[in-house]
Structures are given as structure tokens and as C-alpha cells.
């Protein structure tokens, strides 16, 4: 079935510098990609997304490219601050399934020194 | 209401017991999910209720969990028995249940099952 991989971390890095979380995906046709962030205390907020190859997803500085032909969907970030302190998750939706349902990595946390 | 809403926030049952957790999803969104985020576990799909098909069951770990639906709106999670496995954060999402429209997350209730 589908699936997705990212990497564990805890992520910790200094303010102002580059961020990148990896993200591969197993999948039969072309799902849709997502990255989701959970801040501390508060629940899931749909960070980005692309829905075909070669799409861009970009959101308050975050971006990351849908790669079919690697079957990534990489997150990366210029320059982090302190306040992207959080848990990062790729997730994916399958071609076939018309409803919806989200399958997710097991999560990345990233810790922003000031 | 703005947002998913989900309650109780936190529950501290003993093992052996019944729990209910509630979601109340974004007003007009046909589509929801629930899933399980557990320490180490990442985020688990549970079941899914999409407007008057039947419900996707195919996340439920065991028969102790069920779920229902009213009148197209409000959820109740039900775990029946609680185990200390089940301790963990249970999210609530909704859409507009097409496969292009983004899932929206309430900020879970937090189960501990002592």
C-alpha cells in the first residue's frame, strides 16, 4: 500500500539557518502531497501542498517540490526563527481515493535555537 | 463554529473503562476522520464518515473502538474497556469531502488511560 517515509529527528538548529526535512512516498498513480505542522500545543495546520508532478508548494517561507521521478516531496526553509519551532508531517492522499483520507509520516520535530 | 471542535480536551480514565470523545466538525463539511497520534507512533488513521455512505473502518485497531455520526455532523468516538495502549491524542479532521479540498484539524482530546 501507500506509504510514507520522513526523516526522525529531533531537528535542532540555530535561528537563520537552512532547514530540510525529508520526505519520500510509495505510491501507484499520482497522490497528492502535503506537509502538515503541529506547533506546540495546538493541532494540525496544513502547512503546504501540491497536487501534481512538478508542482510547487510554498507557504510562509517553506517550500518543497513534488518529485515524481525521486518520489520525494522535500521541506525546506531559508531561514528558520525560533517560532517554526515545531513537528513537521508529510502526508499523502491517494490517486484512487476520491474521499480523502490522509496517510501520514511518522512526524519531524524541529527545535529552533535562539 | 471557526474551527473543528473536539471534547473533552483531556480525559484521565481508569483501565476497564468506557470513554466517549466528541467532534463537532466545520459547519457544511461532509467528510470526517478521525485518527490516533500516539508517543512514537506518528498519526494513525482511524475511520472516516463521508455525508450518508458508509463509514471507512478500516483504521479501528480492535471492536472496543467505534464511531458514529448523528445527522451528518457531530462524531463520538467511543472506546469501550480502555486498555493503557489506548492512551493518546485523538484528532478529529473535517472537509468538504472532495479529494482537492483541505482537511482541517481540530486540536485533539488527550487520552490517559491509567
Known amino acids: 500500500g501507500d506509504s510514507v517515509t520522513q526523516m526522525e529527528g529531533p531537528v535542532t538548529l540555530s535561528e537563520e539557518a537552512f532547514l530540510t526535512i525529508n520526505c519520500t512516498y510509495t505510491?501507484?498513480?499520482?497522490?497528492?502531497l502535503f506537509w502538515y505542522v503541529q506547533y506546540p500545543g495546538e493541532g494540525l495546520q496544513l502547512l503546504l501542498k501540491a497536487t501534481k508532478a512538478d508542482d510547487k508548494g510554498s507557504n510562509k517561507g517553506f517550500e518543497a517540490t513534488y518529485r515524481k521521478e525521486t518520489t520525494s516531496f522535500h521541506l525546506e526553509k531559508g531561514s528558520v526563527q525560533v517560532s517554526d519551532s515545531a513537528v513537521y508531517f508529510c502526508a499523502l492522499r491517494e490517486a484512487t481515493d476520491s474521499w480523502g483520507k490522509l496517510q501520514f509520516g511518522a512526524g519531524t520535530q524541529v527545535v529552533v535555537t535562539p | 463554529g471557526a474551527g473543528v471542535s473536539q471534547s473533552p480536551s483531556n480525559k484521565v480514565t481508569e483501565k476497564g473503562k468506557d470513554v466517549e470523545l466528541r467532534c463537532d466538525p466545520i459547519s457544511g463539511h461532509t467528510a470526517l476522520y478521525w485518527y490516533r497520534q500516539s508517543l512514537g507512533q506518528g498519526l494513525e488513521f482511524l475511520i472516516y464518515f463521508q455525508g450518508n455512505s458508509a463509514p471507512d473502518k478500516s483504521g479501528l485497531p480492535s471492536d472496543r473502538f467505534s464511531a458514529e455520526r448523528t445527522g451528518g455532523s457531530v462524531s463520538t468516538l467511543t472506546i469501550q474497556r480502555t486498555q493503557q495502549e489506548d492512551s493518546a491524542v485523538y484528532l478529529c479532521?473535517?472537509?468538504?469531502?472532495?479529494?482537492?479540498?483541505?482537511?482541517?484539524f481540530g486540536e485533539g482530546s488527550w487520552l490517559t488511560v491509567v
Open positions: 479532521a473535517s472537509s468538504l469531502g472532495r479529494a482537492r479540498n483541505t482537511i482541517y
Open positions: 505510491a501507484t498513480g499520482y497522490p497528492s
